[in-house]
């Protein structure tokens, strides 16, 4: 078995692990933190778990955290940052669900999160956990930067057009939109007045119009991915719903004769969690709420050049845990797929 730390486990991404992690046959999670809560039983805060885990929240300073195998930073950006090195070095691998060590570029980083970073020596190391781009690197991982829940969503589904695309210039890969939505868990279970009911229900709004940071994010994926820099417009929008994301994907084409269900289903077929509609069906985020999956569609509608791509994951979990889990997988050399839902909880 392998000996799990959590921290910040009364969170929903942390939460969420625990979900998953207790139908893992091959782990074991010896502990869970959190500091408003330490001491508290995890199944008093969390009756769903009752009968599934035994453990008492602990203080994120708990020496425990150094006899885990694999430790997950659940926690706000900032903060595996800190206690990373000290893990590494103790010989327990890292897989920080904030983004930490998502961007390889020191000063990058520090633009867009507005901080200094205490473990730039670590960003060069860092692996980035996105399986279908970087499979291989993530086995032999230490540590992984598990990606964010709307990179994932718009990485995926640009990544065909992009990829394959990218020398016969399948696309123009400098106009690319990316039209948004995320359910409110996106934002954390901290008390927040832009999180109220009442100031989100009935209502929907974009947000960070004029920059947010996993545009970076999103761009260096692609340019991981194809080698190239891309132009992407990004804009987040936030549904009155729990969980869920929704991208509607927009590119110009550039050369007509590729058929792009082909393309996206052959760019797709080896993958566990990635599931390519047969046609241009209209995509829902509850047929994939709960699960590991990231569902897409492909269509160029007006047959006029513009290419529309649907793209929808559940936050929590490809956006989140799953992926970690997944990630988890992977680098203990598990099968990849252990644990992981794929069927939606629908309605
Ligand atoms: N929610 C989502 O859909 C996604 C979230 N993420 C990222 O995952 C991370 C966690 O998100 P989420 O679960 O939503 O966040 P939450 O706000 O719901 O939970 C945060 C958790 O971290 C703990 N925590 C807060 N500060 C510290 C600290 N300084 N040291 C140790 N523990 C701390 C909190 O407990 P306590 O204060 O008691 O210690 C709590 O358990 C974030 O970085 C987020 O950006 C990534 C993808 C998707
Ligand atoms: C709805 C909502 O507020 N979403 C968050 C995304 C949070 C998130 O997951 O951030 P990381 O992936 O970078 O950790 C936001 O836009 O800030």
């Not at 209502?203 to 947010?212: D, E, N, P, T, W």
């Not at 719903?241 to 050369?255: H, N, Q």
Request: glycine share 10%.
């Amino acid at each position: 078995m392998i000996k799990v730390g959590i921290v910040g486990g009364t969170g929903y991404t942390g939460s969420e692990l625990l979900r998953l992690l207790v139908h893992h046959p091959g782990v074991a999670v010896s502990v869970v933190t959190s500091r408003a809560d330490a001491g508290t039983r995890v199944d008093a805060m969390f009756p769903q778990l009752r009968g599934h885990v035994e453990l008492e929240f602990a203080s994120p300073d708990t020496p425990a955290l150094s006899d885990c195998e694999l430790v997950f930073f659940a926690t706000p950006n900032g903060t595996a940052m800190q206690h990373a090195p000290a893990l590494l070095s103790a010989g327990v691998r890292v897989i920080d669900l904030a983004a930490d060590f998502r961007l390889d570029q020191v000063e990058v980083w520090e633009h867009w999160y507005g901080m200094t970073h205490a473990a730039p020596s670590l960003l060069g190391e860092a692996v980035y956990g996105l399986p279908e781009i970087n499979r291989e690197a993530i086995r032999g991982a230490r540590l992984v930067a598990n990606p964010g829940c709307y990179p994932t969503a718009v990485t995926l589904g640009l990544l065909p057009l992009l990829e394959t695309g990218a020398e016969a210039g399948l696309v123009d890969k400098d106009r690319l939109i990316c039209d948004v939505k995320s359910g409110v868990t996106g934002a954390g279970r901290k008390a927040s007045t832009g999180l109220l009911m009442a100031e989100v229900g009935e209502s929907f709004k974009a947000y960070s119009v004029s920059g947010h940071r996993h545009q970076p994010e999103i761009r260096a994926n692609l340019r991981r991915a194809t080698g190239q820099e891309v132009g992407l417009t990004f804009v987040p929008h936030l549904v009155p719903m729990a969980r869920g994301i929704e991208a509607t994907l927009y590119a110009f084409l550039t050369d007509d004769r590729t058929d792009l269900q082909t393309l996206y289903e052959q760019r797709y077929a080896d993958e566990p969690f990635v599931d390519v509609m047969p046609s241009a069906a209209a995509l829902e985020t509850r047929s994939v709420r709960g699960t590991n999956l990231c569902r897409l569609s492909v269509v160029e509608p007006l047959g006029n050049g513009v290419v529309v791509v649907q793209s929808v994951i559940d936050n929590l979990v490809k956006g989140a845990a799953g992926q970690a889990v997944q990630n988890m997988n992977l680098m203990f050399g598990l099968d990849e797929a252990l644990a992981l839902p794929t069927v939606g909880l629908v309605p």
